[in-house]
RNA sequence: GUGGAUGUAGCUCAGUUGGCAGAGCCCCUGGUUGUGGUCCAGGUUGUCGUGGGUUCGAGUCCCAUCAUCCACCCCA
């Protein structure tokens, strides 16, 4: 067919089953949060364009290629959030949150945006639900927002993960390391491929995400970030694996995991998926104790992550929902109507049944035989027939589907006889 | 930004060396003058992605273009 218009491409349409599994999801990630002591926060998907230059950093692909900014009539430079740290950081100072006392635990579940070459598992609008804890810079904190994540995991049944754990030193020891890095890459230049040559200037840390061998091999005759750590990030880290030892949770140790944006200190971790799956990052997190005081703020220590929903769907179930064959809304009680006398009368008769049923009339003018299968369709239990001649009599005609049985039931005592056959 | 694959009915897909546009599922109607998932009979559904070219003739061959998917890249 046509179509005169399309989504815009790396958007998707969710409905029908497989907005339910996303419900189901979200019920159990909401239930999970709030038993680690999380509170939801929601704030706008469209933020001033300095917010995310200034934390997630220039130099990042997230912040220099993949962000959709705008300019409005007024001159404004904005931008749909890539993601929502920085958010919650201006939120955090803007709504003077900073003298709350003890730790502040916000989750949220939001769309992101990010204009990237779509793919399996990889959107331009995709969704993350995820935490930020400010104020404490306790190593144990670290290790129970990573409880929590697993814990996320673990409410919708989500197997097969791998815990990747890493510290990305801070402002003490992390300088020193770049400049070694930096140095030891220049000295190989030749060995780095012309497309991720100008990462050696800008960034050197993001040579650790490529996927190429002999960048690979060159950074590995490097000394790893994890030798270059200062004492109190050393201590720090021992402190935190101490932690999930304590907890019993499996982590490997990855030098190479550099988190995609430049605020992280410290601690940073990332699930993937022990699968095929070239998309297998499913969750990814860390620690980030100068973020605050960069976005104007006291120095204020702080921790969080987010998880990519649409992977962990796609990681729960490699099966796409087929619409075609999706079910309709359940409902307990369909009605059929026979004749638009019979639909008013079932409009304002059958309302009463909301109280104690889902209910769907049928006012699709259709055969009544049709509707009598639109009730199988649905999985109603009960189907109520209306034609002139219940109108007349003031009745409905009252058939139980699973039995097959069917009376006229004086429209007075409907509420009864529905609630009798749903309660057996 | 780079590379590869695929576009035919609402959906999933066949379509031979170029020769009438197809199947299954879904949907609709009837069998049942007002009632079931099964069964039977019938029916609707098409810019063959788009534009051009070759040809007596193009879903099929050629060129261009658009879209989608996959991978690189990056990240969730």
Redesign the pocket.
């Known amino acids: ?2 179509l005169k218009y ?1 989504r815009l ?1 790396g958007t998707r349409d969710i409905l029908l089953e497989e907005a339910e599994r996303w419900r189901w999801c979200e019920e159990r990630w909401v239930e999970t949060l709030a038993r680690y002591g999380y509170g939801e926060i929601r704030t706008p998907v469209i933020e001033p364009v300095e917010l995310f230059l200034r934390s997630v950093g220039e130099g ?3 912040v220099d290629k ?1 962000m959709y900014t705008f300019e409005t009539k007024g001159g404004e430079r904005l931008v749909l959030r890539p ?1 929502m740290t920085a958010s919650v950081a201006r939120a955090y100072l803007e709504n003077g949150l900073t003298r709350q006392p003890g730790t502040l635990k916000f989750w949220y579940l939001a769309p992101m945006f ?1 204009h ?8 331009r609008q ?1 969704h ?1 639900v995820g935490v930020e804890a400010i104020g404490s810079s306790s190593p144990v904190l670290d290790a129970e927002v990573i409880q929590t994540l697993l814990a996320l995991f673990d409410a919708v049944d989500a197997r097969d993960l791998t815990l990747l754990l890493n510290s990305t030193g801070c402002p003490v020891c992390r300088p020193g390391f770049v400049a070694s890095l930096r140095a030891h890459l220049l000295a190989n230049r030749e060995r780095v491929p012309a497309s ?1 040559r100008d990462r050696i200037e800008r960034n050197p840390l ?1 040579l650790y ?4 061998d002999d960048v690979a091999a060159l950074l590995a005759e490097h000394p790893p970030q994890s030798e270059h750590l200062c004492g109190d990030c050393r201590a720090h880290h021992s402190q935190v694996k101490a932690s999930l030892d304590d907890l019993g949770i499996a982590y490997e140790d990855d030098p190479t995991l550099v ?3 430049d605020y992280y200190t410290r601690t940073t971790f ?1 699930v993937t998926a022990r699968s095929e ?8 997190g860390g620690r980030y104790d100068n973020l605050i005081e960069r976005c104007g703020g006291t120095a204020t220590p702080a921790i969080g992550f ?3 929903i ?2 962990t769907l796609l990681h729960l179930d490699e099966d796409p929902v ?1 619409l ?2 999706s079910r309709q809304s359940v409902v307990d009680v369909y009605v059929a109507c ?1 004749g638009e006398t019979a639909q008013r009368y079932a409009l304002v008769h059958a309302d009463i049944l909301r109280d104690i049923a889902r209910v769907e009339i049928d006012l699709s003018g ?5 509707q ?2 639109g009730a ?2 649905r ?1 109603a239990r009960i ?1 109520l ?6 109108v007349r009599e003031r009745v409905f ?1 009252f ?6 049985t ?1 009376e006229p039931v004086p429209r007075d005592e409907i509420l009864r006889a529905v609630r009798e056959v749903l309660e057996q």
């Open positions: 067919m046509n399309r491409k990042t692909d997230i993949e993601e990010r990237d070459r779509p793919q399996a598992g990889r959107y995709f993350q991720l993001r995400d490529a996927k190429d988190r995609g944006l990332e799956r070239k998309q297998s990052s499913l969750a990814g987010s998880l990519g649409e992977r087929d075609q064959r026979s259709r055969g009544l035989k049709a009598v299968k199988n369709l999985l189907l027939v209306v034609g002139d001649n219940e005609q058939k139980n589907l699973a039995t097959g069917q």
